[in-house]
């Protein structure tokens, strides 16, 4: 559509500039409007790929607690139960100890934070599947 088709008669040509303004404006929200959406459904659906994915609560929770086990030191169980902050803390941890491991306290930070993943880990197994469900993912409980 042009802006001849938009012209009043007799209107100012300022007022062409104002109007072309205004539909700007008008498309611009339009498009952020249309894009919050497409955001919104993007990441619905990459939830609900991401729960197929990890699949159910017992394969999180074997998932988890095996993870926790052989890995717990680098927090990676933390990241697969959705504690993004814990398992960064785990990790940080682990790298500082495994830096000062020439000084020697890192041999023992290292060795401390592997042993909560390892007990993180039997703890995860030894749950049953609801009590895991409860505790972990609705509860939200992020240590031990």
């Known amino acids: 559509m042009s802006t001849e088709d938009n012209k009043i008669p007799g209107d100012k040509p300022e007022n062409d500039g104002k109007r072309m303004a205004d539909d700007a404006k008008d498309a611009v929200?339009?498009?952020a409007e249309d894009a919050k959406e497409t955001a919104k459904e993007f990441g619905q659906s990459a939830k609900e790929e991401w729960d197929k994915v990890?699949?159910?609560?017992?394969s999180k929770k074997i998932l988890a607690g095996i993870l926790a086990i052989f890995l717990g030191a680098f927090g990676v169980h933390k990241f697969i139960l959705g504690y993004q902050k814990e398992g960064i803390i785990m990790l940080v941890l682990?790298?500082?100890g495994i830096v000062l491991s020439c000084v020697g306290i890192g041999v023992l930070l290292v060795w401390a934070v592997g042993l909560?993943?390892?007990i993180e880990g039997i703890i995860?197994?030894?749950k049953s599947d609801?009590?895991?469900y409860n505790t972990y993912q609705v509860g939200r409980k992020?240590?031990?």
């Open 130 to 132: 609801e009590e895991f």
């Open 54 to 58: 990890t699949g159910s609560t017992e």
């Open 94 to 96: 682990s790298v500082v």
């Open 142 to 144: 992020p240590w031990f």
């Open 116 to 118: 909560v993943g390892l």
């Open 29 to 31: 929200n339009d498009f």
């Open 124 to 126: 995860y197994l030894t």
